[in-house]
Each structure stands twice: as structure tokens, then as C-alpha cells.
């Protein structure tokens, strides 16, 4: 059973918009996040964090929302550029654990 | 250059032809995975090592081995391939497992087709 879960497949985004990728989680345990961009033919990089004690996690143009009470994270691209355009994949694992369990991925196209 | 390489990047190959995957990091990581990608589906875990001699399941482990000799290196090994082992491979390491809140690093992925 998927533990990590991304229910949209696709978007797409006008240029200098704000992107919204959506992440939802089921294991309560989960204690840490991890936002992964993947292009094609290119193995996923990685792109921002948050743990849990934290609700918010800034870089840059990229933002990281957590609401554990939801269990749901969000990343927000702000303004969104063409080079965005990629597959964004959500992460999550737990104190102790030695897996990392990913969602299916959101293909994210800006379009100029 | 820091980095994770795989070979081969694709392979064709029948069923029941045994194969290997090769990886290899040198960043002196501790922490190996393997993964693979198939639609809708995501990345999903195979197995991991958290280092030479230690090796233990992920989500998916049915029809592979692995095998961690040295630091460096983490081979998946399929015996005998079927066709739904046919997917998107990804080799990732870090400086130690998720749980020590270390990002991952990915290889470049081997695209496997077995007919």
C-alpha cells in the first residue's frame, strides 16, 4: 500500500506563476520529508527538506509547507521558470528507518 | 566529480538470462540503495545497504540480489529476469541511511526491457 501518495500526475503553470505540488502521507510516523526533480534521462536530484518539527522550510524559490495534523506537505515554486518543467517526486522516512518511501511524482510543465 | 554511475544505462535481454547492474559512488557513502520506476507506481525501494557486508530489503525485493563487497560498490544482480522486471533502475547513495536526514544521490538510471 502506497504510504506516500501525490494525486495529481500532472500540472502545468503559466510562466512567473505560482506552482503548488501537492504530497499526502499516511504513516504517522513519518518524521522527515524530502522534495526530489527529476528530468528525463536523468536520475532524480535532490531539491528541499523539512522535518517535522517544522512547518515551513525556505530555499530560494521554493518553499515547503507541512501540516502534520493533515498529514499533507506542499511545495510551492515561486515565480515558476521553464526550467522548472520536470517530474517532482515527494519523499518520506522516519527516525530509525532505514527506508525512504517516495510517491508516484507530479510532472510539472511551464509553460513560457 | 562527486557522483553515482551505473552500467549499463540500457539493456534488452530475454527471460531467465541472468544479468547484473552495476553501481558505483565515490563520495565514500555508506548508504546504498537500489530503486526502480515504473508508471503510476513511482520509485520503489529494492534494497538498501548501510554498509559492505550489510544489506537488507526494501519494499520490492522479489526476483533480485545484492551484494556489498566494497564500500563503493552495490551490484543488483537479477538470476533469472522476467518481463515484469522490466522498468527503470535507479542506484543512490548517501553519507548514511535516511533516518540520519541525509539527501540522496541518484545515478543516471539503467533502462532494463527483458522480452
Known amino acids: 500500500d502506497q504510504q506516500v501518495k501525490q494525486n495529481s500526475p500532472s500540472l502545468s503553470v503559466q510562466e512567473g506563476r505560482i506552482s503548488i505540488l501537492n504530497c499526502d502521507y499516511t504513516n504517522s510516523m513519518f518524521d522527515y520529508f524530502l522534495w526530489y526533480k527529476k528530468y528525463p534521462a536523468e536520475g532524480p536530484t535532490f531539491l528541499i527538506s523539512?522535518?517535522?518539527?517544522?512547518d515551513k522550510n525556505e530555499d530560494g524559490r521554493f518553499t515547503v509547507f507541512l501540516n502534520k495534523s493533515a498529514k499533507h506537505l506542499s511545495l510551492h515554486i515561486v515565480p515558476s521558470q521553464p526550467g522548472d518543467s520536470a517530474v517532482y517526486f515527494c519523499?518520506?522516512?522516519?527516525?530509525?528507518?532505514?527506508?525512504?518511501?517516495f510517491g508516484t511524482g507530479t510532472r510539472l510543465t511551464v509553460i513560457p | 566529480e562527486a557522483q553515482v554511475t551505473q552500467n549499463p544505462r540500457y539493456l534488452i535481454t530475454v527471460t531467465g538470462k541472468k544479468l547484473t547492474v552495476t553501481c558505483s559512488q565515490n563520495m565514500n557513502h555508506e548508504y546504498m540503495s537500489w530503486y526502480r520506476q515504473d508508471p503510476g507506481l513511482g520509485l520503489r525501494q529494492i534494497y538498501y545497504s548501510m554498509n559492505v557486508e550489510v544489506t537488507d530489503k526494501g519494499d520490492v525485493p522479489e526476483g533480485y540480489k545484492v551484494s556489498r563487497k566494497e564500500k563503493r560498490n552495490f551490484p543488483l544482480i537479477l538470476e533469472s529476469p522476467s518481463p515484469n522486471q522490466t522498468s527503470l533502475y535507479f542506484c543512490?547513495?548517501?553519507?548514511?541511511?535516511?533516518?540520519?536526514?541525509?539527501?540522496?544521490?541518484f545515478g543516471p538510471g539503467t533502462r532494463l526491457t527483458v522480452l
Open positions: 543512490a547513495s548517501s553519507l548514511a541511511g535516511p533516518s540520519s536526514y541525509n539527501e540522496q544521490f
Open positions: 519523499a518520506a522516512t522516519s527516525s530509525g528507518a532505514n527506508n525512504l518511501f
Open positions: 523539512i522535518s517535522s518539527i517544522k
